[in-house]
């Protein structure tokens, strides 16, 4: 089971971390990723951590956004900085068994319910 909270409002410029909160299976096993879904668009990959603590980030996020994880909690974090009103949508965290750099939603198995990003002008 996935868990993500920390969404919000913020301006333009400001940041936010997003938390996943990881049950049931150990996250360090896992490719973690982090993903978005805007009004009237398709979900897409944003950020992800594979079980070697690879990271990759979409390009669009790339210099703003960190993801990292804290196997201790079991809990993987997306630091977003300088945010943008282009960053509005709901935050989804995925896992998937495979050690891997995608972000296809396809490969990933397990997810959480999305927490709510907006971003204001």
């Known amino acids: 089971q996935l868990q993500a909270s920390g969404g919000g409002l913020v301006q333009a410029g400001g940041s936010l971390t997003l938390s996943c909160a990881v049950s049931g299976i150990t996250s360090s096993y896992y490719t973690i990723g982090w993903f978005r879904q805007a009004p009237g668009k398709e979900r897409e990959g944003v950020s992800c951590i594979n079980r070697a603590d690879n990271t990759y980030s979409a390009d669009s996020v790339k210099g703003r956004f960190t993801i990292s994880r804290d196997n201790a909690k079991n809990t993987v974090y997306l630091r977003m900085i300088d945010l943008k009103p282009e960053d509005t949508a709901v935050y989804y965290c995925?896992?998937?068994?495979?050690?891997?750099?995608?972000?296809?939603?396809?490969?990933?198995?397990?997810w959480g319910q999305g927490t709510l990003v907006t971003v204001s002008s």
């Open positions: 995925a896992a998937t068994s495979r050690n891997t750099a995608t972000m296809s939603t396809r490969v990933y198995n397990y």
